[in-house]
């Protein structure tokens, strides 16, 4: 049986300042070595400031995840040497004294299965290194200290996960879920990183680290998945080992021998002292944060009758839901609800494109008002949307320059379909036999009249009409 568990890094990109020091959290953009003091470069003499906007952030994606917040929490230092560590330790939490990290014994459902969290932890990013070629082959390492201290989550999975494709389910919810809250921006490059460890039939663990992308991890557990198996047959036991993914060869390469808990050192951070967090704080934290997609989702099923499908994509996309939730009404919110996620889906997929879009909130109220008062047919809809995310004109505008008002008086409908029946001669007189045929007809009217016939009010005519042959 194969088991699967994950630590997961989420950066809390929506901080002002780092975790311990008045240095921006956002460091992207910065000039190399820039955001830096002497705290996150780990000065000796320089002491670490805890930002408690950075704890709260974490209790809530504790809370979020079903974790349980101490009463108090600890800062401990982990310590190894890498170049990316200025300090030679990371601030971090640990549970040596009971649970003090800030969440644990949390779960998440992915398809019915129960999927444990079994901590969460606020914790320091070290640096970044920059390698020349390869990390494997480079003569040449360069260190970026700007992330150096920035805020992270680590979340860890209880290995409950059986297959790739529930840990790539898992990753979607997860994303969706810090983003709704507002602690993180997980289109952003290196936001959320993700390890994983594998075993199976009760084989050794292995540890894959480097992984980029979601994708990448999904592909990554399936290589081991096949190598561990592969070894087994033979005979060859499996070691327990770090290996990296390489991205390049699609391949996990091993890396090094695991460190064990004990090589660590962890111990108390006496410059940080213990945190107490009141019952208080965790309620008032619980009453303001946004709602959560599964009640969001449940709302829009039961409130205004959405599909159980459709409610699931606006739900789980803020962007979406932000959009329906500042354009909607009661009337109009299944119509608007339908056009953010079969029409305007293709058009806002990326973040790119999500930039780029001129659409307004007022854009979809008033598309939805025009298609369900009948001013417009929804296919006629579909080509003023296009029409609005790109120039973002007002539907009235669009609506008169692209021609697009509905066809619906009788007697030019009538006329339009008396065209259609003597270029269709034989179609006409099958669609007596045939009522599949009389479809077809609908669909020459719809051609002829670019889509802005009524589809109703064009089958009853034609219906009248082949009676009376
Ligand atoms: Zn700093």
Known sequence: MTKIGLEIHCQLTKLESKLFCSCKADYRSLDINTNICPVCIGLPGSLPLLNKN??????????????????????????????????????????AYGPTSIGSDGKVLIEDKEIRVRRIQ??????????????????????????????????????????????????????????NLGVSDPSLEGALRVDGNISIDKGNRVEIKNVGSFKDIEKALHFEITRQQSLAERGIPIPAETRHWDEARKITVSARSKEEEQDYRYFLEADIPWVL??????????????????????????KYGIPLQVAEVLSSDKFYSDLFEQAHNEKNAKEIANIITTDLKGFADTKEQREQLKLTPKHLADLADAIMNNIIT?????????????????????????????VDDKSSLSKIIDDVFSEEEKAVSEAKLNPDTINYLVGKVMRKTKGKADPALTLDIIKKKLDSK
């Open 54 to 95: 950075a704890v709260e952030k974490a209790a809530m994606i504790s809370i979020a995840l079903g974790c349980k917040t101490p009463p108090k929490i600890a800062f401990f230092r982990k310590n190894y040497f890498y170049p990316d560590l200025p300090k030679n330790f990371q601030i971090t939490q640990y549970n």
């Open 122 to 179: 606020l914790e320091e990013d070290p640096g970044r290194l920059v390698y020349e070629g390869t990390s494997e082959k480079t003569l040449l390492t360069l260190i970026d200290y700007n992330r150096a201290g920035t805020p992270l989550v680590e979340i860890v999975t209880e290995p409950d996960f059986e297959t790739p494709k529930q840990v790539r389910l898992f990753l979607n919810v997860l994303a969706d879920l810090v983003e």
């Open 277 to 302: 967090i009141d019952s208080s704080v965790i309620d008032k934290l619980k009453k303001n944060m946004p709602e959560s997609i599964y009640s969001k989702k449940e709302r829009y099923i039961k």
């Open 378 to 406: 929804r296919n006629s809809g579909k080509l003023a949307l296009q029409e609005i995310v790109k120039s973002g004109k007002p539907l009235s505008e669009i609506i008169s320059s692209l021609d697009l008002g509905h």
